[in-house]
C-alpha cells in the first residue's frame, strides 16, 4: 500500500498547482480582455475598444492604452516564459526553503514582467509619436510604407544576428540559464525573473515591433506572433526556423520598400 503522504509532501504537491494554476489563470485573463477588444476593434467598434477611437487623448487614455500593452505583452510572452518559471519552482521545491516556493515563483514571474513592462511603456510612446506623425492608422496599422519596410528589414536583420542566437540559447535553456545566474532567497528568484526577462526582451523585441506593421489590436498577428516565439524558444528546429523567418521578413520588407519608391 502507498504510504501516506506526511503535511509537507502534501503542500509541496499543492505548490505544483498553485504556481502552474497562477500561471494558467494569468495567461488566460490577458486573452480574455484581448480577445474581445480586439474583435471590437475591426467590427462595431462601440464596445470594449471604443475608447481608442479619439483625436485627443488625455491621461486617462494614454493610461489605458499602456494598460493595453501591458496586457498584451503579458499574455504574449508568459507562455514562453512557463518552462524556465516552473522549472525554478522545482528546483526550489527540493530545496531547503521549498515550503515557499510559490513564493519564489511569483517573484520570478514579478522580474519577468517588470521587463515587459518597460517595454509596453516604450511601445505606448512610440504609438503616441506614430500616431501624432500620421505615419499610424486610426486601426492601429502602420501607413507608411517606408516605415513598414523599414521595421521588417531591422526584425528580419536582427533574426540573423548573434545577439538574436544568444539571447534564444538563454531562452531555450531554461535548465542552463538557472544554473548560470542562480541566487538565493526570493531576491533571487526576482533577480533570475529580470535576467530571463532581458534575455526573452533581447530575444524578442524586434518581432514585438512587427504589431504596428500587421496592426497592434490585429489578433491575427497578435496570435501568429505568440506562436511563432512558442515555437522559436520551444520547438526541436525553433533556431533554424527563426534564421528562415528572418530571411523571409526581410524579404518582404524590401519588397514593401521597392513598391514606396
Known sequence: MEEPRTPLESLLRRDRWLVGGALGVAI???WAWLVPMARDMYGPMTGAAAWM???D???AHLVLLFAMWVVMMAGMMLPS????LLIYASVIRRSPDGARAPAHA?????GYLVVWTLFSLAATGLQRWLAHALWLS???ETQNRWFSGALLIVAGLFQLTPWKRTCLDACRSPAEFLVQHWRPGIRGGYYLGLASGLYCLGCCWALMLLLFVGGVMNLWCIAALTIFVLLEKLAPLGVQGGRLSGILIFAFGSWQLAQAI
Open 138 to 140: 486610426p486601426m492601429m
Open 28 to 30: 488566460a485573463l490577458c
Open 81 to 84: 516564459a512557463a518552462p524556465a
Open 106 to 110: 511569483y517573484a520570478f514571474a514579478g
Open 57 to 59: 487623448w488625455d491621461l
Open 53 to 55: 477611437m479619439r483625436d
